[in-house]
């Protein structure tokens, strides 16, 4: 059997992932177990260089706010500030010290430093502006939605003035009490001003619709893609407020699959741009139900944005969960003879692309496997997101029974 894992266990590569697939993809997401893995991140920037200069890739997408990255973006293409204060500032998540985050922007713009603008490599965030503690204040998106329909629209058309706008928002701090995540009496997403900015919300949606045609003629591509950004944020974060707000028993689980809608959108609009590379964690990214626990809430069940993404890209969706962990397993420097981790234990390197579907002929011949997710509860790929494995394995998320 170890033999056997042997034969197809090839290095991790742009070209060896990409041969694994039935087709090239418009999304390929990477999944990670666990979020901060030096390890994992590492790769993730050597892999998406590979896929940059070997396959013609030009967008990375991060598990990130999804406007503050716009500031990342502007940094890699047009040098717009400095790289410590962008990288601290524009990632959300606290991961703005990360050193491989570092090294991925800097190397993003010096790959971008004497090239054409229809070159570039691109940087965007596919979360929402919200944190597993809370949420934003929606005055940034909706303000810069109506900023740009105001400069392109007949202002009888817009459903509101900035100034009542700014009124219906009120003051932020409301919107950002992270009291409200725990206690739905704190949240202010229900307010009849809330219920006026979903409508407010709507309109200036549709007009980004209705108006398509005009506003191609009068804006740049970068423009409209950064309206519909504006537009897809605004909604999706009132609605997420709103459910804050309920005391139903979906409550979490409601919260758990607006915030993957919003992460979906996201991944859909930059996949009708050009090929991405995803990163984001598995639980986010992974074709089949997510569920969790957490807090001392009961389990909840959601379908995560790579199953909402995939339902509408197909084969042109690729998920490579990832799996990290030690050599030692229980206090041993060998894994029990029983356990996925002594099959890839044979391996005398510690970075693979395995294919599933060979990978899980293995798991059929062995006895049950506990997994455990390391992260918040998270319920584990399967058989995918494997325990505590010598360094890191790709595995390709070719569907099987």
Not at 29 to 37: I, R, S
Request: aromatic share 6%; net charge negative.
């Amino acid at each position: 059997m170890e033999t056997g894992i042997k034969d197809f266990a090839r290095p991790v590569e742009a070209s060896a992932v990409l041969e694994l697939l039935p087709t090239r993809p418009r999304v390929l997401a990477l999944g990670e177990p666990t979020h901060g893995e030096d390890a994992l991140l590492d790769l993730r920037n050597r892999l998406f260089r590979q896929l940059v200069e070997e396959q013609g890739y030009r967008t990375i997408a991060l598990e990130t706010d999804c406007l503050r990255a716009l500031t990342v973006d502007a940094y890699v293409t047009s040098g717009e500030g400095a790289l410590d204060d962008v990288t601290e500032r524009c990632f959300s998540h606290d991961w703005g010290g990360s050193r491989a985050n570092r090294e991925l922007v800097g190397w993003m713009r010096d790959f971008n430093a004497n090239r054409p603008t229809h070159d570039y490599v691109r940087f965007a965030g596919m979360d929402g502006p919200l944190e597993i503690t809370g949420a934003e204040s929606p005055r940034q998106a909706l303000t810069a939605l109506h900023d740009y329909l105001t400069t392109h629209v007949d202002a009888e058309l817009l459903p509101c003035t900035a100034d009542r706008l700014d009124d219906l928002l009120g003051p932020d701090a409301p919107w950002t009490d992270q009291a409200a995540m725990m206690d739905p009496s704190q949240s202010i997403g229900r307010t009849p001003e809330a219920r006026e900015l979903r409508l407010v919300a709507d309109d200036m949606v549709t007009l980004l619709e209705t108006k398509a045609p005009h506003l191609a003629a009068v804006s740049s591509p970068d423009d409209r893609d950064r309206a519909h950004l504006y537009g897809r944020t605004a909604v999706g974060l009132l609605r997420y407020h709103s459910w804050m707000a309920d005391t139903s028993p979906s409550r979490m689980a409601r919260l758990l699959a607006t915030r993957d809608e919003m992460m979906a959108g996201n991944l859909l609009a930059l996949a009708a741009r050009g090929p991405v590379l995803v990163h984001a964690h598995n639980s986010h990214v992974q074709r089949d139900k997510s569920a969790m626990s957490m807090w001392g809430h009961p389990k909840v069940e959601w379908w995560s944005a790579g199953a909402l993404a995939s339902t509408r890209l197909g084969d042109r969706y690729a998920h490579l969960a990832t799996a990290l962990g030690t050599m030692k397993h229980q206090g041993v420097d060998a894994p029990p003879s029983n356990t996925v981790e002594c099959i890839l234990h044979a391996l005398p390197e510690p970075q693979y692309v395995i294919d599933a579907a060979q990978l899980d002929i293995i798991v059929r011949h062995m006895a049950a496997v506990p997994r455990v997710s390391p992260y918040f509860g998270y319920a584990p790929l399967d058989p995918s997101q494997l325990p505590h494995i010598d360094g890191v394995v790709y595995v390709s998320d070719v569907p099987h029974g």
